[in-house]
């Protein structure tokens, strides 16, 4: 039998239960699944309509960013050092991504964050519609889904009710002219996640996913205890309806007020940030099996530290995320285990804590558990979705060769990523993207940022901080 893909002669690592580093060793894929493991002697025989060259290339499972927000592709350091902004950031995204963009603002920036997640290995992320997702009509979310199919890696859509203050006010564009302002309802935004969620989830050949995505799982100022319970009650439904998780965020006091108020947490959750949380709140995740995402280099872990080594200690599933690009970041997960290494090592002063090992993990393995997709994702296994990244170790900074897992961990980044292949599909050869034109991608991306700022009047906050140079504060 012919196999679609053979990646020949490689060193694996396999994150698979007994974590195996196999050297020499082949990968064959066939109709989106890995169908071999074993020895590159074993595998001479072996036919393939396509055979990717394993020497000097180090193989692992497809990197997973388990917590992320669509539309901060397009909007990366607007209003750095306040410029050109008024408010909050929040306010300031809101009024951007529910009043000032377009479906071709949805979709180019879906197919610009989608080639940076490839470029970066990054083959399955969260997508939560803007910085609290925009439910008043499903076509700004069908553009998202469109951009990211168009780049071939898997999507997470997280679609439900955003933070107060309530109503919310929309706006849609025909062209470069402003529609009149609609106004929904707290209560609308149920009726909207479940419609996405039957919509979106599991379609396009498994590649795109949708969950229910309540901005926050805990208290909000703004919504009352009985509303916020009706959230709950309405996302948890939607949920046990399509047996799907439910994604959130969460901080200081939410996860004991979650817990004392509603029948949300539990492993079918899982929370980003989880930043300034009690002991009791850690102890309250490891008994109910919640998960927690954590941003090592997101806005909220610099107001508050996510306890991860504390909470791992105590059992909870943690993963390492992204938190996406804007307003100062990468899709680069690499980099992100890297810097939260050091976070949690410098916090405890011990250059012992959190192993290197844990670290590649939790943007493996245990993202797959925190999303639900750990029998399908996060390992290379036979049986599993064939979701492989390849990294060319033959560059200064990765010599000499030994201890690869370590070498992946502190000295590669996302830069060496050389091919990509997401549910059996060669996405990226020698890091030439295979699906899309990359300068036509990039073209679109610069035409739609530049609109939504004519749009919203928001051009200033496109210029250099005037605190730049030759300051030590914004």
């Known amino acids: ?38 020895s590159a002697n074993e595998a001479k025989d072996v036919t393939a309509k396509k055979i990717l060259d394993g020497s000097g ?42 009043r000032g963009t377009t479906t071709d603002f949805w979709k180019a920036e879906a197919q610009l964050s989608g080639l940076e997640r490839l470029k970066f290995g990054v083959t399955t992320g969260m997508s939560m519609l803007g910085s609290y997702p925009r439910y008043d009509d499903l076509s700004y979310a069908q553009a998202h889904v469109e951009g990211m199919v168009d780049i071939g890696v898997r999507d997470i859509l997280g679609i439900g009710p955003p933070n107060p203050p309530f109503p919310k006010r929309f706006v849609d564009w025909h062209g470069e002219v402003r529609g009149p302002e609609k106004v929904l309802s707290h209560a609308d935004s149920f009726s909207k996640t479940r419609e996405a969620v039957m919509r979106f989830n599991d379609s396009n050949s498994g590649l795109t996913r949708c969950y229910p995505t309540p901005s926050g799982v805990g208290h909000r100022e703004g919504l009352s205890r009985d509303e916020l319970i009706q959230q709950n009650v309405a996302m948890k439904a939607i949920a ?67 306890p991860v080594v504390e909470l791992l200690d105590s059992g909870v599933n943690v993963a390492f995320c992204t938190d996406a690009s804007a307003p100062n970041r990468t ?78 961990v502190y000295q590669a980044s996302g830069h060496d990523v050389d091919a990509v292949i997401v549910n059996g599909r060669l996405l990226m050869e020698n890091r030439s993207v295979t699906t899309v034109d990359e ?36």
């Open 439 to 474: 300068k036509t991608i990039l073209a679109a991306a610069q035409r739609e940022a530049e609109k939504m700022l004519e749009r919203t009047g928001f051009r200033e906050s496109s210029g250099m901080p005037k605190r730049f140079w030759k300051s030590i504060r914004y």
């Open 57 to 98: 290339r180090l193989v692992m499972p497809g990197i997973i960013d388990s917590h992320a927000h669509a539309g901060h592709g397009l909007t990366k350091t607007l209003g750095t050092g306040g410029v050109g902004m008024s408010g909050s950031w929040d306010d300031f995204m809101e009024t951007i991504y529910f």
């Open 1 to 38: 039998m012919e196999l679609d893909i053979l990646i020949h002669d490689a060193t694996v690592i396999t994150m698979d239960e007994g974590r195996r580093v196999l050297y020499h060793a082949s990968i064959g894929i066939d109709q989106g699944q890995i169908c071999l493991i074993c």
């Open 331 to 408: 899709y680069d997960l690499l980099e992100k285990l890297r810097i939260g290494l050091w976070l949690h090592r410098s916090h405890f002063k011990d250059a012992n804590v959190l192993t290197a090992g844990k670290a590649l993990e939790m943007i493996t393995i245990d993202a797959a558990k925190a999303l639900g997709l750990d029998t399908e994702l996060g390992s290379l296994e036979v049986g599993k979705k064939a979701d492989v990244v390849v990294l060319n170790t033959e560059k200064p900074h990765l010599y000499p060769l030994w201890q690869e897992p370590l070498r992946l």
């Open 240 to 306: 046990d309806e399509f047996s799907v998780p439910i994604h959130g965020h969460a901080y200081q006091g939410d996860v004991l007020y979650a817990f004392n108020n509603f029948d949300i947490l539990g492993p079918n959750l899982s929370l980003a940030h989880v930043t300034g949380i009690s002991d009791e709140e850690i102890d309250i995740l490891a008994d109910t099996g919640t998960h927690v995402l954590s941003g090592p280099m997101t806005n909220a872990y610099i107001k508050n530290r996510c």
